[in-house]
């Protein structure tokens, strides 16, 4: 976990000293240490069978196992070998080597599955585990998924306290001269940057409980709904980048429609992945969630307006910069505030709007049943006219 936490910073040093052999070379180190450290785990779990998975452990190709999951760990690691070498002498190499390295989990499996329809399935069959598959609809560990997003929501709000108390604390020189003193009108100045905040941190809030409420329902996720929530947590880990944008509206008010659009975006993107997860949910709905959540449950709807409350605002607020611009800073902050009243109030909400709807159908004139003579008429329509 230390190597792989190190991994950010090797990248950055790729990024910003590109000609430069060292970051490639360290970051290539990195992939080696933890593909080694990997087969060491591998080697030590094949040790001791009662650590392997029931189907591996009673399976009379045990060896054969072990030598392909060895393959699968070591070979990242063997390319990023060859890269560190290559970036002494040739960089292009290098790089195309550590792309490779992504994409050869989707080369080796299209690769196998030609390899099956040109030549036909091995002969004798091998038991075998398919550790990499195409399909979209296999499970995936929700404890995982779960911790996983936790932990990105909590760096996340944690970023944005840590920016505060960076660029926010005055200076007490500067206070003793431009303030005669005075924190309070010190920090008043700040006023902007911590109506940012607030507004940042309710957004990240709100985007973990309508997570939590989503996976409160899941039963088992699937792999698509894995791809999805990723996709939702990358759009939030922007959410820091969208409090930087928007607390800087009064030193640039000339870039604030730019700021503005950018947060909606950030915040639109986030929360639209979060409801095409629970919609991957509801395409598996018997197996992936309860019962109550599905179509027809008594919180559908609910979960429905949960999910669609952001996406909803994040476009109204969106709009207002292009056709009401001189309102849009004012409209954007009146959605970060109005937003978690809204989802305070959302039961209650969603319950006057179903009471509503059901009170306008009630005052829709009935339409009558149709009479013998009306079928008779309805029939002699659709039948041929005599010659």
């Known amino acids: ?214 996976f409160l329902h899941v039963r088992r996720a699937t792999r698509a709904m894995g791809l999805l929530n990723t996709l939702a947590l990358a759009f939030v880990g922007g959410l820091p980048l969208a409090y930087q944008q928007t607390s800087a509206l009064r030193q640039q008010p000339h870039e604030e429609l730019e700021s503005i659009r950018v947060s909606c975006a950030i915040i639109f993107c986030a929360s639209i992945f979060q409801f095409a997860t629970w919609t991957a949910a509801l395409l598996r709905e018997r197996e992936a969630l309860h019962p109550s959540a599905r179509f027809g449950g008594r919180e559908h709807a609910l979960m429905f307006a949960k999910l669609a409350l952001y996406p909803c605002a994040s476009l109204v607020a969106f709009a207002s910069t292009c056709f009401l611009r001189r309102f849009s800073t004012a409209i954007f902050h009146l959605m970060q505030v109005a937003v978690p009243f809204a989802f305070l109030l959302l039961r209650l909400l969603l319950r006057l709007a179903l009471a509503l709807l059901g009170a306008l159908r009630r005052l829709a004139p009935p339409t009558p049943a149709p009479g013998p003579q009306d079928a008779r008429d309805a029939r002699a329509q659709l039948l041929p006219e005599p010659c």
Not at 1 to 22: A, E, G, H, R
Not at 135 to 154: I, Q, T
Request: include cysteine; proline fraction near 7%; charged fraction near 10%.
């Open 1 to 214: 976990m230390m190597t792989i936490t190190f991994l950010p910073y090797t990248f950055s040093l790729m990024v910003t000293f590109p000609d430069v052999p060292l970051g490639i070379f360290l970051f290539c180190v990195c992939v080696i240490t933890i593909g080694l450290a990997q087969a060491a785990i591998v080697g030590y779990a094949f040790h001791y069978p009662h650590l392997l998975n029931p189907q591996i452990a009673h399976s009379a190709h045990k060896a054969a196992f072990r030598q392909h999951i060895l393959g699968l760990v070591l070979r990242g690691p063997a390319l990023c070998f060859a890269a560190a070498l290559c970036s002494f002498f040739f960089f292009p190499l290098a790089y195309l080597l550590m792309v490779t390295v992504i994409f050869l989990p989707y080369v080796s499996k299209a690769a196998g599955w030609c390899k099956d329809r040109i030549m036909g399935p091995r002969d004798p069959p091998i038991q075998r585990l398919e550790f990499f598959t195409f399909d979209l609809h296999e499970p995936l560990s929700k404890e995982r998924v779960e911790a996983f997003s936790d932990g990105v929501y909590a760096i996340v709000a944690t970023l944005l306290i840590l920016d505060i108390c960076e660029d926010n604390v005055p200076d007490p020189k500067a206070v003793e001269a431009q303030f005669h003193g005075s924190l309070v009108a010190a920090l008043g100045t700040f006023g902007p940057h911590f109506l940012a905040y607030f507004g940042s941190f309710a957004t990240v809030g709100l985007l973990w409980f309508a997570h939590h409420s989503l």
